[in-house]
């Protein structure tokens, strides 16, 4: 690596509110993380507001500010940005939804709840099978499923719907989520797939199977995100920049082969706890050497944030430091680089959703040692910061001078 080259490591949701349990600290305060506030004590403490007045403070919208996008201009739903990364090229008129495959709850008073965004974090293999057979069942019906990874799939509509008023099924564990459903069923071109599909889950031997080791079922679909193909221009034209992307979760592959990324795909990566750590390091080290910049993305903070979890959440935070920012740093070596450690928004454990705070976010200069701002990097000392950054645009123009 010759010339001076940009790192961004994001891990997702680590950003939290303070918690009575951790005596009024964040988890990011609690954990141990030596490397990321190595990184700020020699670098730059700032803060960007990911999420625009008036759009979700999801992770789709937060990664593209991340990226040097104004989602004001290309964001059209989260879905679309799925299926690219799944190799699916929406044609005019389809519309995508992201489907989960959840566990609800369907009480005899007609009461539906949200047991389980995930079906217990049910696998790959599993839910593949799953889909599969809904999908021969919409057979006919103008409705394409195409299988992703763990309870994250792709539902194609082929042809107008009406305004479902989706939600994400993470923002509603363990709540009622009945006039949701009763509002899907609603819609007449997706009243028979929803019902049929009850049928179908229910007498799966994937479910059967999972009922008898103790496991949830994955009883029901969620679908939500839903949108049409968006128009963006990629990073090379936009930046004048080669770039590459590392991720476990279809959203961020997506946003990547809009922006015209080398989407790296790392053997194990799962988008949780069991990661393949080291695999994510050694293909964003070897990326860096042909590459301007490499984005890596890192989903465990989020997940056990939506989850409640609040160990796991310590631990994803601290793995995310010793297994990614620390070997990353360590592989750079002496070379000119610049690096950014952060996370695309909060999600706190006390709301099991996202929130639209302004992130914290470390700029380290390897060229520039000497200009750190001697905190350690979290949500607080962030706060502080006088480096204040509206827009992804203005932020990545900034980050890549």
Known sequence: ?????????????MGDLPLAELDNQTPMEAARTPAMDELCRHGQLG??????????????????????????????GRSPLEAASMGVELKTGEVAF??????????????????DYSAGHISTDEAGKLIVSLDKQAAGKGIKLYPGISYRHLLVHQGEIADLGTVPPHDYTGQRVDRFWQRYLAAPELKKFLTDSLVILAAHPVNHKRQAEGKLSANGIWLWGEGKAPKM????????????LISAVDLLKGIGVYAGMDVIEVEGATGYLDTNYQGKVEAALQAAR????????????????HQGLLREKIQAIEDFDQKIVKPIVSGLGRENFRLVVCMDHFTPISL????????????YDSTKNNMGCGMEYNEKNGRQS?????????????VLR
């Open 1 to 13: 690596m010759k010339n001076s080259k940009t790192i961004i490591l994001v891990g997702d949701g």
């Open 386 to 398: 006088e480096l204040f950054f509206t827009d992804g645009e203005e932020f990545l123009k900034y």
């Open 47 to 76: 803060r960007l507001k990911t999420i625009p007045e008036g759009f979700p403070p999801g992770s789709d919208v937060a990664n593209l500010s991340l990226l040097g996008y104004r989602p004001e201009q290309f964001y059209t």
């Open 98 to 115: 992201r489907c989960n495959l959840v566990n609800l709850d369907f009480a005899a008073d007609g009461t539906v709840t949200m047991v």
């Open 352 to 363: 099991r959703t996202h929130v639209k705070n302004p992130i914290p976010f470390v700029l």
């Open 290 to 305: 042909t590459n301007d910049l490499v984005f890596v993305h890192v989903e465990a903070p989020d997940e056990t944030g």
């Open 233 to 244: 221009e990629s990073l090379a034209d936009k930046y004048g920049i080669k770039s590459a």
